[in-house]
């Protein structure tokens, strides 16, 4: 029948037809529960036990017919008929989908006396993420808000971890409030409804700020040795970095001194020093955010003793060049 009235008008029919005199519920022939949970995706069988015999018999959903007997009035190929007996009539449904939660009834006369029972079809769905901030970079004292967007059946808990502050925050929702440094991470999204093993994902926050030289100092060096010169800074982005002499001039590769630039730190190699190589040198590191530089000497042993002076970002590199230069002419004199 194409009509949804018509099918509608016969389902409730049926149901006051075999539901005259005295009903008896699912519970008194003992064979259909009162709920079935099924997960999404999987298929479900469900049963009617039979034990007298049947004159008419039908299996309905809400008020859309099914199957009276073996005639099918459902359009849906995933529901078939598993049996139809005088002993068993039930139904069969594949690839069960949400919409098909909800009550169901296996409704028979037998011996001019009605039977019904009702049955409730549960369909629970795995907590899944349907949505998650992409990584995120920001710049140092921003702001940063991330969200992960879960469903399921039941309704799934959503919470955000990290592995070095463990439990950060419940909700879909994560904000982080002038961010520093030491909270660039991987934040990670679970959500769980104790359906299926929890659905995780992870969202990379990287935060940029200036360089800040950490590692510096003056070294000795002997007359036909090595020695080496080394500049470290943490920065994101990573520096650039670029070293000059104490008269302003940049320092360049030759055949005596080397420079190499490595991820967070720049290196001078002298391969044979002479006199030539004896000064002050000057370490510039710098990104888009700003920059940091510090000075440092190249001595013979027992000329001078100390450390490098690290000057940041803004304060004048011909100040701290002047400076070395002024002491390291001073102890020759």
């Not at 659905?199 to 007359?223: E, F, G, H, S």
């Amino acid at each position: 029948m194409g009509c949804p009235l018509l099918r509608n008008a016969f389902a409730g029919l049926i149901l006051v037809l075999l539901s005259k005199g005295s009903s008896v519920h699912g519970a008194e022939f003992g064979h259909l529960p009162d709920n079935i949970t099924v997960l999404e995706g999987e298929s479900v069988t469900l049963r009617c036990r039979i034990d007298e015999e049947v004159t008419h018999k039908a299996w309905l959903n809400r008020s859309n017919i099914l199957f009276t007997g073996t005639d099918k009035w459902s359009l849906d190929k995933r529901v078939t008929l598993a049996n139809s007996n005088n002993s068993d009539f039930s139904i069969h449904i594949d690839k069960v989908q949400i919409t098909d939660e909800g009550p169901y009834t296996c409704t028979f006369q037998a011996n001019n006396k009605p039977r019904i029972a009702h049955v409730y079809l549960i369909v629970q769905v795995p907590a899944r993420i349907v949505n998650i901030s992409k990584n995120v970079s920001v710049n140092e004292g921003e702001n940063v808000n991330l969200f992960c967007l879960a469903v399921g059946r039941p309704e799934p808990t959503v919470t955000w971890k990290n592995p070095r502050f463990g439990l950060v925050s419940d909700g879909e929702f994560l904000d982080i409030t002038e961010i520093k440094r030491q909270q660039a991470e991987d934040y990670e999204c679970i959500t769980n409804n104790g359906v299926a093993p929890p659905d995780q994902r992870k969202v990379k926050v990287t935060v940029n700020y200036p360089p800040m030289i950490t590692d510096m100092k003056n070294m000795p060096a002997q007359l036909g040795k090595t020695a080496i010169l080394r500049c470290e800074a943490m920065a994101v982005p990573p520096a650039v970095f670029e070293w000059y002499r104490d008269d302003h001039r940049p320092v360049e590769s030759d055949n005596t001194l080397r420079i190499k630039n490595e991820k967070t730190r720049s290196l001078l190699l002298f391969t044979n020093v002479t006199e030539k190589h004896f000064g002050n040198y000057t370490c510039f590191a710098s990104n888009r955010l700003g920059a940091s530089n510090a000075s440092m000497l190249l001595f013979r042993p027992g000329a001078i003793q100390g450390r490098g002076t690290g000057l940041h970002a803004g304060m004048s590199v011909s100040v701290c060049v002047w400076v070395s230069l002024s002491a390291f002419l001073l102890l020759k004199v």
